[in-house]
């Protein structure tokens, strides 16, 4: 083999190489970006349900079962929750077609206050609105 035969076919390694290295490198931003959407989704999806706690057909709940004002706060903290989780469903839409890393870093930075929000809801969810007091094993489960 001549060596400008054999730089050639180097050259053509390595530059496969480097489409093989972008290529999975948007990949994996994208896989990112789809599994930001299922969370803000999810947490759509939880907002609602949320909202439509109603205290009078919670009595199944027992001593768990909010009273007026705490379903009021509920409904607040879900509100917040759903618009935050709208944002982030726009933020991982948008870098789920665009693939580029501005958008992908902006999807993930919407991810935060969803997850905030998310355990906010789902401690006056779970955390049976005070009555117990848990919160601590709760916070922990949650953001591990």
Same mark, same amino acid.
């Given at each position: 083999?001549?060596?400008?035969?054999?730089?050639?076919?180097?050259?053509?390694?390595?530059?496969?190489?480097?489409?093989?290295?972008?290529?999975? /490198?948007?990949?994996? %931003?994208?896989? +990112? !970006?789809?599994?930001?959407?299922?969370?803000? *989704? @999810?947490? $759509?999806?939880?907002?609602?349900?949320?909202?439509?706690?109603?205290?009078?057909?919670?009595?199944?709940?027992?001593?768990?079962?909010?009273?007026?004002?705490?379903?009021?706060?509920?409904?607040?903290?879900?509100?917040?929750?759903?618009?935050?989780?709208?944002?982030?469903?726009?933020? /991982?839409?948008?870098? %789920?077609?665009? +693939? !580029?890393?501005?958008?992908?870093?902006?999807? *993930? @930075?919407? $991810?935060?206050?969803?997850?905030?929000?998310?355990?906010?809801?789902?401690?006056?969810?779970?955390?049976?609105?005070?009555?117990?007091?848990?919160?601590?094993?709760?916070?922990?489960?949650?953001?591990?």
């Amino acid at each position: 083999m001549q060596p400008a035969a054999g730089a050639a076919v180097n050259a053509g390694a390595a530059a496969r190489a480097r489409l093989q290295i972008v290529a999975e /490198a948007k990949r994996r %931003r994208v896989n +990112a !970006a789809t599994a930001l959407f299922v969370i803000g *989704c @999810a947490a $759509a999806v939880l907002a609602l349900f949320a909202m439509t706690v109603d205290p009078a057909n919670s009595g199944f709940l027992g001593p768990c079962a909010p009273t007026d004002e705490e379903a009021a706060d509920l409904r607040a903290a879900s509100e917040l929750l759903l618009l935050a989780a709208a944002a982030q469903l726009l933020g /991982a839409t948008t870098a %789920r077609y665009t +693939a !580029a890393w501005p958008f992908s870093l902006f999807a *993930c @930075a919407l $991810a935060f206050p969803v997850s905030y929000r998310a355990y906010v809801v789902l401690r006056m969810l779970v955390g049976c609105h005070g009555h117990v007091g848990h919160s601590a094993t709760l916070a922990v489960h949650f953001w591990a």
